[in-house]
């Protein structure tokens, strides 16, 4: 067999026929690859304190430079007119509005003097009677969750604050005009690299404030540790709130966080709470009586439900409500009045905004928030409140993206349409529930079926089965551009949310405690199983993918059948014990999903290992990943690249040139791309099934490791 290792470009050469193209005879009416250029979603809605207004993050992409963009506009809810209130270049984010709602703060990037095409972050307010805006302070680091000091004359903030650079011994003096190597990088703290952000600069986040009208930031906490945001400031504006750890061994507690308070005048940095686990997002009552937080207590499970605990202001009198609700709350504001919070929630895959009264009754407000992860159906969403009980928020549907919604009184209006002109004679595939059964204990998964644009029922379709990330995530019936090309191009889709999935409360996502991957397998077979039994699925041209925890699936799956034809695994975690000792998560897994290191328990990590079932792959099988992928390393792939390579089974690298875990999909060709050749792979083996070239492969594989394949073989 030739050589696989192709680089991303090769690649799509390589799988994609080339032809002279042509013009158009009309307008296509399918999903394509150039229509993810055109996608417009809302983001970060802040409802004006009277609840008169809504400003939002307007998102889309650029076609020249391949990067998403950003605009804030405002939304009159009394008249429905809707204006751009910025249209310069670069980035937009963080709004807040100012406590009377005549102003609002944002941050912006803008060119950096000096530098081409380098950009930096700014500070601004508007002023919205006279629309004039000013800038209030500039940064080297964006600053995070600005939130304004009850009298509207301050904003607070987190940033990034830099320290020196580790140093050990010293080089000689380089002579002046001498052209040496760069110096040696030391590296010595224990969180050196993060996803998304690469190796980080020394230094540390701590919590700021700079008066509305301009001027100097002034840094309210020091030390080597970190503040996070959000922050949030007392009724009467002498205190500010947030998370911290400034325990001894810190850095090895990923999890573990109090609540503090400091002092405006003199910097006095406060716990207001101490007990185990970890404690986020603080949110103080408008009378000032009460602070309400996120977390829970440590057991060092795999998973955790977050709940919602409310105290006295001095500490006193903790308790924890809406204890009904079994699933994590994710977002809390309190109402107006001060007897209720609003909090967010996912619940069996929808996401929800209840309010929550300090005696625990719940009353749900607004259902079917939707994020911006637009390539595949992750649930998410964010909102505000007003004073009026008015809750703004991100709705979206399985055929629409991300657009902004307002509920009030019992009333839900949808107030945006950004897709509308884009999907105008657009045949979308319909998104449909699937009911299905596990095989191992009868449980419920919930799944459903993308079906490809212009379905008949008395046709037979291939199948692809696509699997969720996390895995401590959840699928919904929401908007997501892979499944979309994928049904473009005929494929029936099918995903589910198989044990582990949140949503189902903290016991289900816990099934898989110290133990996966494990019967989330029996459960995704039962879906495909369940996807055959309707009647219009080709048994014989099945297909499987997915990405992070999907991608761990993907490659437990075919060491476990081979009933799929092909496989496309997506950045996945293939050896436990050189996952968790190289991902910018390695002082939380080892601890959380396996109770042990590596060193002390190494069959544990052996044997939930997809590379430990690499000898019974019969499967073609794709290897995707980003090459700044910092969560589940670019070894990982490779080794089990180059096992499939040993095993002469067909195998492809794809590298994602710039991409990180979470921004596999973040530019938009790369996206496309990276959907095309997961199709291209697929097409390859529909039509014939693949026989391994030279015969058997070189060792047969032990009975005791590829007896489990039976029941789908």
Not at 17 to 46: K, M, N, V, Y
Not at 259 to 265: F, N, P
Not at 563 to 575: E, L, M, S
Not at 677 to 694: E, K, N, S, T
């Amino acid at each position: 067999m030739g050589r696989w290792t192709l680089d991303f470009m090769l690649l799509l050469l390589a799988l994609t026929p080339l032809a002279i193209a042509a013009p158009a005879d009309a307008p296509s009416h399918l999903f394509e690859a150039r229509d993810l250029f055109g996608l417009q979603w809302a983001t970060d809605p802040q409802i004006r304190p009277d609840g008169a207004a809504i400003a939002y993050v307007r998102m889309g992409y650029d076609l020249m430079s391949d990067r998403a963009r950003s605009a804030i506009w405002l939304v009159d809810l009394n008249t429905g007119a809707q204006t751009p209130l910025t249209t310069d270049p670069g980035t937009q984010s963080a709004l807040a509005w100012s406590p009377d709602g005549k102003r609002l703060a944002y941050v912006a990037s803008v060119p950096s003097a000096g530098s081409a095409g380098e950009m930096r972050p700014e500070l601004f307010v508007r002023w919205m009677a006279t629309g004039q805006t000013a800038r209030v302070a500039d940064f080297t680091d964006a600053p995070e969750d600005l939130a304004w000091s009850p009298d509207g004359r301050f904003i607070a903030f987190t940033d990034f604050t830099a320290d020196d650079k580790a140093t050990l011994g010293l080089a000689p003096a380089k002579p002046e005009g001498a052209t040496w190597a760069a110096p040696l990088g030391i590296i010595t703290d224990v969180t050196y690299r993060a996803d998304g952000a690469g190796y980080l600069k020394a230094g540390y986040t701590h919590a700021f404030v700079v008066s509305a009208e301009g001027g100097t930031p002034r840094q309210l906490t020091f030390g080597a540790f970190n503040e996070a945001s959000p922050l949030a400031w007392g009724a009467d504006g002498r205190f500010l709130f947030m998370k911290g750890n400034r325990t001894e061994n810190w850095r090895l507690e990923p999890l573990h966080a109090e609540i503090y308070q400091v002092a405006l005048a003199d910097g006095t940095l406060t716990a207001v709470t101490s007990s185990p686990g970890p404690k986020n997002a603080p949110v103080v009552s408008p009378d000032g009586a009460h602070i309400a937080y996120l977390g829970f207590e440590d057991h060092l499970l795999s998973y955790q439900d977050s709940h919602l605990y409310v105290m006295d202001r001095d500490g006193k009198n903790l308790r924890v409500l809406a204890l009904g609700l079994d699933c994590s709350i994710n977002q809390a504001r309190w109402a107006h009045d001060s007897r209720s919070l609003f909090v967010k929630y996912v619940e069996h895959a929808v996401t929800k905004v209840a309010r929550v009264t300090l005696d625990g009754h719940i009353e749900p407000q607004a259902q079917g928030l939707s994020g911006g992860g637009l390539d595949r159906p992750y649930t998410g969403g964010t909102f505000t409140s007003a004073n009026t009980g008015a809750i703004a928020f991100t709705s979206g549907t399985a055929d629409r993206p991300p657009d902004l919604s307002v509920a009030s009184r019992g009333r839900t209006q949808q107030l945006t349409w950004l897709n509308e002109d884009l999907f105008a004679g657009k045949i979308l595939g319909k998104v449909e529930a699937l009911a299905v059964q596990s095989s191992f204990d009868g449980k419920s998964i919930d799944a459903w079926l993308v079906l490809p644009p212009k379905f008949e029922a008395t046709k037979k379709y291939p199948l692809i089965l696509e699997i969720h990330g996390g895995p401590f995530a959840a699928y919904g019936p929401t908007f997501a551009t892979d499944d979309q090309l994928y049904a473009a191009a005929g494929y029936v889709v099918v995903y589910a949310n198989p044990r582990g999935s949140i949503s189902y409360g903290e016991a289900f996502a816990n099934l898989i405690n110290h133990d996966y991957p494990s019967h989330d397998y029996d459960d995704l077979m039962s879906v495909v199983d369940a996807a055959i039994g309707r009647g219009f699925i080709d048994a014989q041209q099945l297909f499987v993918t997915g990405g992070s925890g999907g991608g761990v699936l993907t490659a437990w799956i075919v060491g476990r059948t081979d009933r799929f034809r092909a496989a496309a695994t997506q950045k996945p975690v293939i050896n436990w014990t050189s996952e968790v000792l190289t991902t910018d998560a390695y002082t939380f897994m080892p601890k959380y999903w396996f109770s042990k290191p590596p060193w002390e328990d190494p069959d544990a990590y052996w044997k939930h290992s997809p590379l430990s079932l690499v000898g019974c792959v019969a499967t073609p099988t794709l290897v995707i990943v980003g090459d700044q992928d910092f969560r589940t390393p670019v070894s990982d792939s490779e080794q089990y690249y180059a096992a499939l390579q040993l095993r002469r089974i067909p195998t492809a690298l794809v590298k994602v040139p710039g991409a990180s875990h979470e921004g596999l999909a973040a530019r938009p060709s790369q996206s496309a791309a990276k959907a095309s050749a997961i199709l291209a792979w697929f097409d390859r083996y529909r039509a014939r099934p693949w026989v391994i070239q030279g015969g058997a492969p070189q060792a047969a594989p032990p009975p005791a490791v590829c007896g489990a394949r039976a029941a789908h073989t």
